[in-house]
């Protein structure tokens, strides 16, 4: 059983369909990247799977124990908090709360799991600091601690390397790689970086108006799709 | 000088003034640090303007003030959230159309019955003198809901102001803990807005946040520095007022005021001294 299986989905915003008939699969340990230019619903779709959005048509179901609320999402980052005054570990710590229900205190066992996982992320040092003081890698990785402190299985990110620098990228990417194999937790990932995504992620999914592609990295490479958004050639 | 607090304490309206209006600088203290974040702050002064409104229809039918003016602000609370989270009107036009209008209903109402007088000043600008042993009944209950909610849903109200988003993903009812900070809001604007006044009392939620993360660096302890400095600015500002026979509402507005200032500069220094 798979952890989140679409099934004739379609989903769009303001009126308009964008994304019609759309069927994949996520498996326990997947990595899946999901490509396609501005405008073609990959933000709307990754709202449907969180249920923020209601899908037109079709079902998204499911599977292997995963709940929609213990889905790890990694947003992208909002103007509210460039000058919120938090510290890392509160943000962490929030990443907990769908495990809280209605109970208003957290637990000895959710302070350990949250240094476990700053440990894990190399920013146990930082528990301390402001938020928005940090660089902007040390704020995906704060962020990213924060969705695995909600998620045993799947992570959600989305565009998480935006504005970061290549070198601060790659290593965030090496971290989500190591993530995805040593802890068996599947990754959904919207980018932008084709490159990169057909280098790491072990499924794509591509997403344009009028061809959609869902398989695997390598057979990616040499369908018609990936050539042509790989390749650089003139694709408006 | 034990003899001039003494004898400041021996006025039983002065007492009511000390006791409400702590209650209500440390509420709407703890309400403005997520209100300001979430860039909402003019929901504040838009409530306050409803307030006045209220007031005055509340006066014109001899109803008791507090029991009309409550429900109405409510409601506008729960309407101006309502209209923000609809991108299709701008949240902040609405806002302030909201508020001139049930501004403009206020005045006519009361130029039509008791005519423009002390009254009307009172409610712009606030009284000392305006609390009923009543009204202080009824507000140390409301202050009380208000402080236990607050410590209650207080790691949902910092998820749901941090980041919304990841919030609703994860399965909190973000859209109920907006809608109860807006209506806690507006019960503590009702409250406050009789000693304040209409137009001063947006100070009391906006200062003491905004003062707080001059030099906060957690979300706790910025809630933690706003409720004490809400407080103190309130009582210091009410004893210059009694002192100087100054306006309640103007002083604690100018205390608040050098609290930010010195805030600030505090933060600049410290900023300029460490890089």
């Known amino acids: 059983m798979a952890l989140i299986k679409c099934e004739n989905v379609s989903v769009g915003y303001e009126g308009q369909t964008v994304i019609k008939d759309l069927n994949f699969q996520i498996a326990n340990g997947d990595y899946l990247c999901i490509v396609g230019e501005n405008g073609s619903g990959k933000s709307t779709l990754v709202k449907s799977i969180l249920g923020l959005k209601a899908v037109e048509k079709g079902r998204i179901v499911f599977g292997d124990g995963l709940r929609q609320t213990e889905i790890g999402y990694l947003p992208q980052q909002t103007e509210v908090q460039k000058d919120f005054p938090a510290s890392v570990y509160e943000v962490v710590l929030s990443g907990r709360l769908n495990s809280r229900g209605l109970r208003p205190f957290y637990t000895a066992q959710d302070r350990r799991t949250v240094y476990e996982k700053m440990e894990m992320l190399g920013i146990h040092a930082l528990s301390r600091q402001c938020f928005r003081d940090l660089s902007g890698g040390q704020k995906q990785r704060v962020l990213l601690a924060r969705a695995l402190c909600a998620t045993k299985k799947l992570l959600l990110l989305d565009e998480p390397v935006t504005g970061l620098d290549p070198i601060v990228t790659g290593e965030f990417y090496q971290l989500l790689c190591k993530i995805n194999r040593e802890q068996k937790i599947a990754v959904v990932m919207v980018s932008h970086d084709v490159e990169s995504a057909v280098e790491y992620a072990s499924h794509i999914l591509h997403l344009s108006e009028d061809t959609q592609f869902f398989g695997t990295a390598a057979a990616y490479q040499k369908s018609r799709a990936g050539k042509t958004f790989l390749g650089g050639e003139a694709y408006v | ?275």
Request: proline share 2%; aromatic share 8%; glycine share 6%.
């Open chain 2, 1 to 275: 000088m034990f003899e001039t607090v003494a004898q400041m304490l021996s006025y039983p309206f002065m007492v009511r003034a000390f006791l409400v209006g702590s209650l209500v600088a440390l509420c709407s203290a703890l309400l403005g640090v997520s209100l300001v974040l979430k860039r909402y702050s003019m929901i504040g002064d838009g409530l306050s303007h409803v307030g006045f409104g209220a007031l005055a229809v509340a006066t014109a039918v001899n109803a008791a003030p507090l029991s009309v003016a409550i429900p109405i602000v409510v409601l506008a609370a729960i309407l101006l959230l309502r209209i923000r989270s609809n991108t299709r009107i701008k949240g902040d036009a609405a806002t302030a159309m909201i508020s001139t209008g049930a501004l403009a209903v206020g005045v006519m109402v009361i130029s039509m019955t008791t005519g423009m007088n002390t009254d009307v000043y009172n409610y712009m600008f606030g009284s000392i003198l305006a609390m009923s042993a009543q009204d202080v009944k009824l507000s140390l209950i409301l202050c009380a809901v208000v402080l236990i909610l607050y410590v209650f849903f207080y790691q949902k109200i910092f998820a749901v102001t941090f980041d919304e988003t990841f919030a609703l993903a994860t399965g909190v009812r973000a859209n109920l803990y907006n809608t109860m900070i807006a209506v806690l809001t507006a019960v503590t604007i009702v409250l406050g807005m009789r000693m304040m006044g209409a137009l001063l009392v947006s100070s009391l939620i906006i200062f003491p946040a905004l003062t707080s993360m001059r030099l906060c660096k957690t979300f706790k302890s910025v809630i933690i520095s706003a409720g004490v400095l809400s407080v103190i600015c309130l009582v210091v500002g009410l004893i210059l007022s009694y002192f100087c026979a100054a306006p309640a509402g103007a002083s604690v507005v100018l205390v608040n005021l050098t609290a930010f200032l010195v805030y600030s500069v505090l933060g600049i220094a410290r900023n300029a001294r460490r890089g």
